[in-house]
């Protein structure tokens, strides 16, 4: 596909080479503030891979330190073995395009509508009068409208991105970034401003997404549940440092007590039993959590 | 400590008991001040003129009705210049200010050692400088008319439109930056597509703002030659014909009038 540089050096592991791989990566805060310390990871292409952790535990550090939104203080980033972290401002563009990003608040620009938001994925392939002009050769647009088919919003094309609800303008976000005709994705917190059924829909477009197109997807979420429901790898993160990486059904609670800290997990886990006994301990966060 | 039990009850104060001795010794010495100032500028008036002032107030008014309407006429062009001069001086800064707004914001400037303060400057001394300043400055160098009064218009509101618009550039939400930027756009892409649409609601309402202002500001550059209605002001000031001066401050006060309503209407239209 969208291939600009060469091939080299692919890293270490015979065999199925890794989509990303992520060696000895730290990132520290002008404030001190240590949030990557020495994180180690590889994704093969066509995984899906949740990220859990409590907040402030480098999550959304990690991700951005992918596509270098956030610049990590030493260690190396790969793409199909090829040094992200060592491009110079032009080749990381180009790399950019290789990469798509989802985020939280969707993080659509609020006055275009939803096809110049869609079609903003493709920024990186067309040059700066074509995008001003809003002059995209006709296949993005293509694509774009496709997408959105994909997405069910395609009769919302001309609408201003203010004027979807959430679930709608995150689906414009996953279009967005699937226009750019990624290699892996970086997700961040795609559900977090959602309702529990519209974060279901959202995860399993995604998911379906992912799997259509082969990408290495790595999600940050805080719904446990929710990635236990839809991922296939799970990885922990705490403090700045993976304490758990394994399959969704071996996280039990002792995993748990590893990645947030000391807490009653049985009580979450078993919601069943929390229905039928509604004086039951837990907070409302949790019985919310176990609905989900 | 504002929160102290006595008696077993908890009392709350707004403040500490120094702070309010404190605050109360700013009272004192506000009220000594002015008390002093106006000492000072009691002696420094010649108080028989002020006694005289009603009088004489009374005379120039009653000089100044009926006002003479048929001068009406003669003011249609010198009220054209005028609204030529404020329309064409803030285009002209609307063009100048927003590559300094850009270059002042702390998100979107090139360099912060070098062009930031650079703007900045330019943003401090366009504003420091009032508009007929301005004018007596350029009547000097370009000599009296319009096209002196374009150029104080504009150098004056450069530093007002780029200092509100570089202000609004600083507070977009950064993420829908990061969105972009993640897809592989060029910065000028990111200025396009995420900065300027942010953006855009402030710059039109600034720009129909500061046109608004200019129109008030370009009433008066006549004064010191640089075009527009002031010159027939001065002329008419000059011989004393109050009953002139009295329809040219009508036809400012339409003017002024009309322009508020128009900024008004195109503000709410945009926002």
Same mark, same amino acid.
């Given at each position: 596909?969208?291939?600009?540089?060469?091939?080299?050096?692919?890293?270490?592991?015979?065999?199925?080479?890794?989509?990303?791989?992520?060696?000895?990566?730290?990132?520290?805060?002008?404030?001190?503030?240590?949030?990557?310390?020495?994180?180690?990871?590889?994704?093969?292409?066509?995984?899906?891979?949740?990220?859990?952790?409590?907040?402030?535990?480098?999550?959304?550090?990690?991700?951005?330190?992918?596509?270098?939104?956030?610049?990590?203080?030493?260690?190396?980033?790969?793409?199909?073995?090829?040094?992200?972290?060592?491009?110079?401002?032009?080749?990381?563009?180009?790399?950019?395009?290789?990469?798509?990003?989802? +985020?939280?608040?969707?993080?659509?620009?609020?006055?275009?509508?939803?096809?110049?938001?869609?079609?903003?994925?493709?920024?990186?392939?067309?040059?700066?009068?074509?995008?001003?002009?809003?002059?995209?050769?006709?296949?993005?647009?293509?694509?774009?409208?496709?997408?959105?088919?994909?997405?069910?919003?395609?009769?919302?094309?001309?609408?201003?991105?203010?004027?979807?609800?959430?679930?709608?303008?995150?689906?414009?976000?996953?279009?967005?970034?699937?226009?750019?005709?990624?290699?892996?994705?970086?997700?961040?917190?795609?559900?977090?401003?959602?309702?529990?059924?519209?974060?279901?829909?959202?995860?399993?477009?995604?998911?379906?997404?992912?799997?259509?197109?082969?990408?290495?997807?790595?999600?940050?979420?805080?719904?446990?549940?929710?990635?236990?429901? +839809?991922?296939?790898?799970?990885?922990?993160?705490?403090?700045?440092?993976?304490?758990?990486?394994?399959?969704?059904?071996?996280?039990?609670?002792?995993?748990?007590?590893?990645?947030?800290?000391?807490?009653?997990?049985?009580?979450?886990?078993?919601?069943?039993?929390?229905?039928?006994?509604?004086?039951?301990?837990?907070?409302?966060?949790?019985?919310?959590?176990?609905?989900? | 400590?504002?929160?102290?039990?006595?008696?077993?009850?908890?009392?709350?104060?707004?403040?500490?008991?120094?702070?309010?001795?404190?605050?109360?010794?700013?009272?004192?010495?506000?009220?000594?001040?002015?008390?002093?100032?106006?000492?000072?500028?009691?002696?420094?008036?010649?108080?028989?003129?002020?006694? !005289?002032?009603?009088?004489?107030?009374?005379?120039?008014?009653?000089?100044?009705?009926?006002?003479?309407?048929?001068?009406?006429?003669? $003011?249609?062009?010198?009220?054209? !210049?005028?609204?030529?001069?404020?329309?064409?001086?803030?285009?002209?800064?609307?063009?100048?200010?927003?590559?300094?707004?850009?270059?002042?914001?702390?998100?979107?400037?090139?360099?912060?050692?070098?062009?930031?303060?650079?703007?900045?400057?330019?943003?401090?001394?366009?504003?420091?400088?009032?508009?007929?300043?301005?004018?007596?400055? $350029?009547?000097?160098?370009?000599?009296?008319?319009?096209?002196?009064?374009?150029?104080?218009?504009?150098?004056?509101?450069?530093?007002?439109?780029?200092?509100?618009?570089?202000?609004?550039?600083?507070?977009?939400?950064?993420?829908?930056?990061?969105?972009?930027?993640?897809?592989?756009?060029?910065?000028?892409?990111?200025?396009?597509?995420?900065?300027?649409?942010?953006?855009?609601?402030?710059?039109?309402?600034?720009?129909?703002?500061?046109? !608004?202002?200019?129109?008030?500001?370009?009433?008066?550059?006549?004064?010191?030659?640089?075009?527009?209605?002031?010159?027939?002001?001065?002329?008419?000031?000059?011989?004393?014909?109050?009953?002139?001066?009295?329809?040219?401050?009508?036809?400012?006060?339409?003017?002024?009038?009309?322009?508020?309503?128009?900024?008004?209407?195109?503000?709410?239209?945009?926002?």
């Amino acid at each position: 596909m969208n291939q600009t540089g060469a091939i080299g050096h692919a890293p270490g592991v015979a065999g199925r080479a890794p989509m990303l791989e992520l060696r000895q990566l730290f990132k520290q805060y002008p404030t001190g503030d240590r949030a990557l310390d020495g994180v180690d990871l590889e994704v093969p292409a066509g995984q899906v891979m949740a990220l859990i952790g409590p907040s402030g535990a480098g999550k959304s550090t990690l991700i951005r330190c992918i596509n270098r939104l956030v610049e990590p203080t030493s260690g190396e980033v790969f793409l199909k073995g090829e040094s992200i972290t060592r491009l110079g401002q032009r080749a990381l563009r180009r790399m950019r395009r290789r990469i798509g990003m989802i +985020f939280q608040e969707y993080a659509l620009v609020e006055r275009l509508t939803v096809m110049e938001n869609v079609l903003s994925g493709r920024l990186g392939y067309v040059g700066f009068w074509r995008s001003w002009w809003r002059r995209f050769p006709a296949e993005d647009v293509e694509k774009a409208y496709h997408l959105l088919e994909r997405v069910g919003l395609a009769e919302y094309y001309d609408k201003r991105a203010d004027e979807l609800s959430g679930g709608q303008r995150q689906r414009v976000g996953i279009a967005r970034a699937l226009v750019q005709d990624p290699e892996m994705l970086l997700v961040d917190e795609p559900t977090a401003s959602l309702d529990p059924k519209t974060s279901r829909q959202v995860m399993r477009l995604l998911c379906e997404l992912c799997e259509e197109r082969g990408l290495a997807t790595i999600i940050n979420i805080h719904d446990v549940m929710l990635a236990q429901m +839809f991922v296939e790898r799970i990885v922990g993160l705490r403090a700045g440092r993976i304490v758990y990486d394994g399959p969704p059904s071996e996280l039990d609670p002792e995993v748990l007590t590893t990645i947030y800290g000391e807490e009653d997990w049985t009580t979450t886990a078993s919601a069943e039993a929390r229905r039928r006994d509604p004086g039951g301990p837990g907070t409302d966060e949790e019985r919310l959590e176990g609905m989900v | 400590m504002p929160l102290i039990t006595r008696d077993d009850r908890m009392i709350w104060r707004r403040r500490a008991t120094g702070r309010d001795l404190a605050v109360w010794a700013g009272w004192l010495v506000g009220t000594a001040i002015f008390v002093w100032s106006w000492q000072v500028i009691s002696e420094n008036t010649i108080w028989f003129f002020v006694s !005289d002032s009603p009088r004489v107030a009374a005379d120039i008014g009653s000089r100044m009705v009926p006002p003479a309407w048929d001068y009406l006429p003669a $003011l249609w062009k010198p009220l054209w !210049d005028t609204i030529n001069i404020a329309t064409l001086g803030t285009l002209l800064a609307l063009v100048m200010a927003v590559p300094v707004a850009f270059m002042a914001a702390r998100n979107t400037t090139p360099s912060v050692l070098f062009l930031r303060p650079l703007a900045l400057l330019i943003i401090v001394s366009s504003r420091s400088i009032n508009s007929l300043i301005w004018a007596l400055l $350029l009547v000097a160098i370009a000599g009296p008319g319009v096209f002196a009064g374009i150029i104080a218009i504009a150098l004056r509101s450069i530093g007002f439109v780029a200092k509100l618009l570089y202000e609004a550039i600083e507070e977009i939400d950064p993420l829908q930056v990061e969105a972009v930027r993640a897809t592989g756009a060029s910065e000028g892409q990111i200025i396009s597509y995420a900065i300027v649409p942010q953006v855009m609601p402030a710059f039109a309402g600034i720009s129909v703002f500061r046109w !608004d202002i200019n129109i008030r500001e370009s009433t008066v550059l006549g004064l010191v030659g640089a075009g527009g209605i002031g010159l027939e002001l001065q002329a008419s000031l000059n011989v004393l014909a109050w009953p002139r001066v009295t329809v040219i401050l009508l036809a400012i006060f339409a003017t002024v009038l009309i322009s508020e309503w128009v900024s008004a209407r195109i503000r709410h239209a945009v926002i």
